[in-house]
């Protein structure tokens, strides 16, 4: 059995990547990330990758198949709760960042709650009246934490439609902004994973004071 | 003139729920701003568009 990385090994090793004073702010950091599917659990993996050092995760739902082409579980954790499932994971990968996790479905009432101790927020969910009513829920009632939403990422139009959008000081929008999963052109796993990429790149980008899309 | 998401629109003196309904906007997949201030669908027909007003609409599509 091999014994894994200690605290102090893997920290060193980030700090060598990126420097100590960026990691710091990293490690830091709390994000939260609503809805653990194809975007969601892509940008906890990179983000935990990262070394953001307190991942908030968000779902209510169970693995199923069909979204083992795109969503980062494994075939052995069909049936689990989304949350354990990505906690697990994410242990095995980053296994000391701390990691919190709700197996419940966010709604205008509870947002907050859910909410209130993340730095930054992703939206990471798969139908659009429910980004929509995160957002505006989030936008009137937590203006100064800062958001990423998502919307078109479906088919296989190129990947270099998908993009980075500042709309306002605190909220950012990735995606083409067109392609609709509603339209029966399906999901490939590279172009999801690409917009989760933007959004969790945009995430570190905001903890290095980047705020520019 | 009205901007709305960056191209020049005559609206002056409709609310934003008579301009939307003029749209292809679903109003539950949509985010309003205006004049920086994000507006909540409640209040769609009560906010009264005039000349010189800046209007972001984000319009979000499903996948994820």
């Known amino acids: 059995m091999n014994i ?27 994000v939260a990330i609503c809805g653990l599917g194809g975007l969601g659990s892509n940008i906890a993996v990179s983000l935990a990758r990262a070394g953001v050092g307190r991942l908030i995760l ?31 994971n994410l242990k095995e990968i980053a296994p000391y960042i701390t990691v919190i996790t709700h197996t419940r479905q966010i709604d205008e009432n509870n947002f907050n709650e859910l909410l209130c101790n993340a730095d930054i927020i992703c939206e990471a969910f798969d ?47 990735c995606g083409d902004e067109v392609s609709d999963v509603e339209d029966n052109i399906g999901l490939m796993s590279s172009r999801v994973m690409l917009c989760a990429a933007h959004q969790a790149h945009m995430v570190l980008r905001i903890l290095a004071e980047k705020y520019e899309a | 003139m009205i901007k709305i998401n960056g191209i020049f629109h005559e ?54």
């Open chain 1, 58 to 88: 968000i779902d209510f739902d169970k693995v199923e198949v069909s979204n083992l082409h795109r969503q980062q579980y494994k075939a052995s954790q069909t049936g689990c709760f989304k949350t354990e499932a990505l906690a697990a």
């Open chain 2, 11 to 64: 609206a002056a003196g409709k609310t934003l729920a008579e301009y939307l309904a003029g749209t292809s906007y679903n109003p539950k997949r949509i985010v309003v701003e205006w004049n920086g201030v994000i507006v909540t669908k409640e209040q769609y027909e009560k906010t009264v568009l005039q000349n010189g007003d800046v209007v972001e609409v984000v319009s979000f599509v499903g996948g994820g």
């Open chain 1, 4 to 30: 894994i990385p200690t605290m102090d090994e893997m920290r060193r090793s980030l700090d060598n990547r990126n420097g100590k004073s960026l990691q710091d702010k990293f490690a830091s950091s709390t």
């Open chain 1, 127 to 173: 139908g659009a009246e429910a980004k929509a009513m995160l957002v505006n829920s989030v936008l009137k009632k937590m203006p100064e934490r800062y958001l990423i939403a998502s919307s078109g990422m479906a088919g296989s139009d190129s990947a270099n439609l998908i993009r980075t959008r500042r709309i306002t000081d605190h909220f950012y929008l």
